[in-house]
């Protein structure tokens, strides 16, 4: 079963220096943190921000070519978690046709972001999710909801710098 969320912000690991985008649920009880790349969470903060860049970075070039083929992303999913790797699916709108393509999760949710689509993660991606590895390597294993909650709980708004949703 699905779960709506939306971005919540963006944050960086403090043992890895790795940028995470932060999930929540619509009711604010789960919380998925998915570790991405520098430049997606460029794009991604550009689009909480709604900063205009005076050319077309690589995410607006394809909401670009979707919007003038008449493509419309209907939603995002974030349907798997294997060895710590995140995948999403990119539910699209052709000619009333629907096309699912595999996408990783920080291009997908740069790209609803961009769009207005709904992020949606598998419930049982969010189980999995608060089980792990908060350094990815050697650090502290998170086992439950409750401790993903009180570490974010416990940033502070600084953690998030400007990119606080």
Do not use: C
Request: aromatic share 4%; glycine share 4%; net charge negative.
């Amino acid at each position: 079963m699905l779960k709506e969320m939306r971005v919540a912000g963006i944050t960086v690991d403090p043992f890895t220096n790795t940028p995470i985008v932060i999930l929540k649920d619509l009711d604010e009880k789960d919380v998925v943190p998915i570790w991405i790349g520098l430049l997606e969470a460029s794009s991604i903060a550009t689009a909480i921000e709604k900063i205009q860049t005076p050319r077309p970075m690589t995410h607006d070039l394809l909401k670009n070519i979707l919007d003038q083929l008449g493509v419309k992303i209907v939603k995002i999913e974030v349907n798997d978690l294997k060895d710590n790797t995140y995948y999403a699916l990119l539910h699209l709108d052709v000619n009333r046709k629907r096309l699912v393509i595999d996408a990783r999760p920080s291009d997908a949710i740069a790209l609803a972001l961009r769009t207005g689509a709904s992020i949606f993660v598998d419930e049982n991606v969010i189980k999995r999710a608060a089980k792990i590895d908060l350094a990815q390597k050697g650090g502290k294993v998170v086992t439950d909801t409750s401790e993903w909650e009180e570490i974010l709980e416990n940033l502070s708004s600084d953690d998030f710098g400007k990119y606080k949703m």
